[in-house]
């Protein structure tokens, strides 16, 4: 089956730009996460949605990131007023409900701000 | 908080030898969640192994092994028979209970040599 989608794979965007990152989870998961990488660092967690509870946004590093979940299916990660410092691989998972479920990843979108 | 240590920022093998990676982690909880995920540069994080707490077996994958020390709070990785394609970024991942967010590590590389 189909795994987890994200658009654009790239995005080249300038400084003060807003920026909306899609995430397609797979079929039927209940939690979607978004993290982000640095270049060569590991993953920094940003949000995280589980079914209908209120999402976890512990990991939002500022006011200028939000994510939303519509339908309980895709997600879309806003940033607005695009910093340098920005620039990183943003990532989307999914997985079912239970602890020991598996993350399933995206391919992950490379955001480059100018 | 929960964290999660790695201690050895890059690693190296020899092609069909035995490597050991490292992770710590800090929780006051009796019952979790642990993973060891992969990311080859291909950047595409795939799930490794996994291991619920409260069993006291350590997980096998094949060449993949944890030695899971819940005393000291240990969950290391063995890759026995080092292949070329085992050449990747590894990552330690914590989870609390089957509703909350999924912690990584910081990662280790791993590079085996032909």
């Known amino acids: 089956g189909a795994g987890v989608s994200q658009s654009p794979s790239n995005k080249v965007t300038e400084k003060g730009k807003d920026v909306e990152l899609r995430c397609d989870p797979i079929?039927?998961?209940?939690?979607l996460y978004w993290y982000r990488q640095s270049l060569g660092q590991g993953l920094e967690f940003l949000i995280y949605?589980?079914?209908?509870?209120?999402?976890?946004k512990s990991g939002l590093p500022s006011d200028r990131f939000s994510a939303e979940r519509t339908g309980g299916s895709v997600s879309t990660l806003t940033i607005q007023r695009t910093q340098q410092e920005d620039s990183a691989v943003y990532l989307c998972?999914?997985?079912?409900?239970?602890?020991?479920?598996?993350?399933?990843f995206g391919p992950g979108t490379r955001l480059t701000v100018l | 908080a929960q964290t999660v240590t790695q201690s050895q920022p890059e690693m190296s093998v020899q092609e069909a030898e035995t490597v050991t990676l490292s992770c710590t982690y800090d929780t006051s909880e009796s019952n979790y969640y642990l993973f060891w995920y992969k990311q080859p540069p291909s950047r595409q994080m795939i799930l490794v192994i996994r291991q619920e707490a409260y069993k006291q077996q350590n997980a096998t994958e094949n060449r993949f092994s944890v030695n899971f020390q819940k005393a000291a709070k240990s969950f290391s990785l063995k890759i026995s028979d080092s292949q070329l394609g085992d050449t990747a970024m590894y990552f330690c991942a914590f989870r609390k209970t089957s509703y909350d967010k999924v912690i990584f590590g910081p990662g280790t590389s791993l590079s085996v040599i032909p």
């Open positions: 998972a999914s997985s079912p409900l239970r602890g020991t479920d598996t993350q399933y």
């Open positions: 949605f589980q079914g209908n509870s209120a999402p976890d």
């Open positions: 079929s039927g998961h209940t939690a």
